[in-house]
Antibody, heavy 121, light 106 residues
Framework: QVQLQESGPGLVKPSETLSLTCAVS?????????WGWLRQPPGKGLEWIGT???????YYNPSLKSRVTLSVDTPKNQFSLNLASVTAADTAMYYC??????????????WGQGTQVTVSS | DIQMTQSPSSLSASVGDTVTISCRAS??????LAWYQQKPGKVPELLIY???TLRSGVSFRFSGSGSGPDFTLTISSLQPEDAATYYC????????FGGGTKVQIK
């Protein structure tokens, strides 16, 4: 079955760029579905960051759009998140997930285990 | 931007009770609504999509109903393992999550 695994630095300095990668196993990214990033600040609710299709089409949360870039690496069967100019408010558990639906209107299943990212100097 | 409002924010119920959680969208979203369960320290898991379609493998004690803007998640015969936070999520012309409903077992 499909599995997703996030990886990246657990600590990022303010004003720098947060970079995470999601490795997908058990399913080829190019076979369909959408691939998303979501996050959850400590003790708070869920927030959608953005979604990418294997052809490179992207869909972003309007509140984060100016700072987010998603990309896909089909040979490695993985996709990535870059979030620029981070502040303490970006401290969160970051999840990658597979999206079903159309053109960025997606629900997500399954999710990766998540990776904690802290923004601090 | 779409806003999703869940109520209540928390509830406490006994084993065997039937529990209902509400979710309201700020505008019409047809049936483009999903429900997730997140147990403490765990990853969110999809329960329902398209407002009422149960994900394969999810207990039939969970059911969803409604059509934009008002939706309901019902948990029948509440069990101890249902203690969790439940989130609704819209996916029609934008994605947004509700604030969550924490379900505790008395």
């Amino acid at each position: 079955q499909v599995q997703l695994q996030e990886s990246g630095p657990g600590l990022v300095k303010p004003s720098e760029t947060l970079s995470l990668t999601c490795a997908v196993s058990g399913y080829s990214i190019t076979s369909g579905y959408y691939w998303g990033w979501l996050r959850q600040p400590p003790g708070k609710g869920l927030e959608w960051i953005g979604t990418i299709y294997h052809d490179g089409n992207t869909y972003y949360n309007p509140s984060l759009k100016s700072r987010v870039t998603l990309s896909v690496d089909t040979p490695k069967n993985q996709f990535s998140l870059n979030l620029a100019s981070v502040t303490a408010a970006d401290t969160a558990m970051y999840y990658c997930a597979r999206g079903s639906g159309w053109n960025g209107d997606n629900w997500f299943d399954p999710w990766g285990q998540g990776t904690q990212v802290t923004v601090s100097s | 931007d779409i806003q999703m409002t869940q109520s209540p924010s928390s509830l406490s119920a006994s084993v065997g009770d039937t529990v209902t959680i509400s979710c309201r969208a700020s505008h019409a979203i047809s049936n483009s609504l999903a429900w997730y369960q997140q147990k403490p320290g765990k990853v969110p898991e999809l329960l329902i999509y398209d407002a009422s379609t149960l994900r394969s493998g999810v207990s039939f004690r969970f059911s969803g109903s409604g059509s934009g803007p008002d939706f309901t998640l019902t948990i029948s015969s509440l069990q101890p393992e249902d203690a969790a936070t439940y989130y609704c999520q819209s996916y029609n012309s934008g994605l947004a999550f509700g604030g969550g409903t924490k379900v505790q077992i008395k």
